[in-house]
């Protein structure tokens, strides 16, 4: 059984960093490609950055330069580290992963929730 565990989510100020982690079981991680998305309330969930197997990296333009994701594959994590957040960071925060690397996201976290203050 497939499971994705986020946490790291919080309340913030404007400006300040968080780390999101999620913990993947059950599937091969290392051959993996793992994304985070987002869902404000009221809106449709959206992407916000992904990473292949070898390490290539992609990202929503509203994140380039102030997020970056990473995964450790002898811990079976991927992270997302948030600098210069912003009021319209704020969203639950959720890990999903690409096993077959398809493009099509197979397996989803239950989310963490980020609430950056103004």
């Known amino acids: 059984q497939v499971q994705l565990l986020e946490s790291g989510g919080g309340l913030v100020q404007a400006g300040g960093s968080l780390r999101l982690s999620c913990a993947a079981s059950?599937?091969?991680?290392?051959?993996?490609?793992m994304g985070w998305f987002r869902q404000a309330p009221g809106k449709e969930r959206e992407f916000v950055a992904r990473i292949g197997w070898s390490g290539g990296k992609s990202y929503a333009d509203s994140v380039k330069g102030r997020f970056t994701i990473s995964r450790d594959n002898a811990k079976n994590t991927v992270y997302l580290q948030m600098n210069g957040l912003k009021p319209e960071d704020t969203a639950v925060y959720y890990c999903?992963?690409?096993?077959?690397?398809?493009?099509?996201?197979?397996?989803w976290g239950q989310g963490t929730e980020v609430t950056v203050s103004s």
């Open positions: 999903a992963a690409d096993e077959s690397a398809d493009g099509r996201y197979d397996y």
């Open positions: 059950g599937l091969k991680f290392s051959s993996a490609f």
